[in-house]
């Protein structure tokens, strides 16, 4: 199957700084990227739809300048956290979409990224 | 707009019982139903899907589901559940365009000797 990695796996930061999650589509074309985010024992919410070549497009509630989505290539997408807060804590996951593979239906997901914010 | 309740937020079994995690979806439009398994730290993996056909859906690890458009549900089941099944299951609903997916709160399954 279609494989979807994210590095880094976890990481820890002071509060202030930023931080970059990359999600790569290993083995197709990610036409479409979507940014999840989950609290503990919550479900995922979406934050972004992210189309290669173009302006991400953002849920109701999500700050765009706080989540920087950037989607350059058809197999990678980024999501820098700007100026992180402790609140900003969370599970990051991604997912893909292969539009010739398995078609449109299937969203194929990373392992997610652990955010510490101290 | 489209929701999903997954109304048992843990479900605790013994090994090799059958199990069924409920789940229900509302909606306007035709929609396309999914179930997900998560492990602890880890993204999820799809178990099966619908949309189209058959009503009864088979998947992966012995899972299945079943579309019931009338009471609008999708319930996963499993006639005889492992320890290695203990995880969270998220039931999720996409509509024709396949836009995005909306989840539900998520089951945690919790398999015990």
């Known amino acids: 199957g279609a494989v979807v990695s994210q590095h880094p796996s976890r990481v820890i930061c002071k509060s202030g700084t930023s931080v970059k999650i990359e999600c790569r589509s290993l083995?197709?074309?990610?036409?479409?990227m979507f940014w999840y985010r989950q609290f503990p024992k919550q479900s995922l919410m979406l934050m972004a739809t992210?189309?290669?070549?173009?302006?991400?497009t953002y849920e109701q509630g999500v700050e765009k300048d706080k989540f920087l989505i950037n989607h350059a290539s058809l197999t990678l997408s980024t999501l820098t956290v700007t100026s992180a807060h402790p609140e900003d804590s969370s599970f990051y996951i991604c997912?893909?979409?292969?539009?010739w593979g398995q078609g449109m239906t299937e969203q194929f997901f990373g392992p997610g990224t652990r955010l510490t914010v101290l | 707009a489209q929701s999903v309740t997954q109304l048992d937020s843990q479900v605790p079994v013994f090994e090799e019982a059958p199990v069924e995690l409920r789940c229900n979806y509302s909606s306007s439009v035709s929609v396309y139903l999914f179930w997900y398994v998560q492990y602890p730290n880890q993204g999820l993996q799809l178990l099966l899907k619908y949309l189209s056909g058959s009503t009864l859906v088979k998947g992966i690890n012995g899972f299945e589901a079943e579309f019931n458009k009338s009471q609008t549900s999708f319930h996963l089941r499993k006639p005889s559940v492992h320890i290695s099944d203990t995880a969270e299951y998220f039931c999720a609903v996409s509509d024709e365009g396949f836009q995005k997916l909306v989840f539900g709160t998520g089951t945690r399954l919790l398999v015990s000797p």
């Open positions: 992210s189309n290669e070549g173009s302006k991400a």
């Open positions: 997912s893909a979409r292969d539009l």
């Open positions: 083995d197709f074309q990610a036409t479409t």
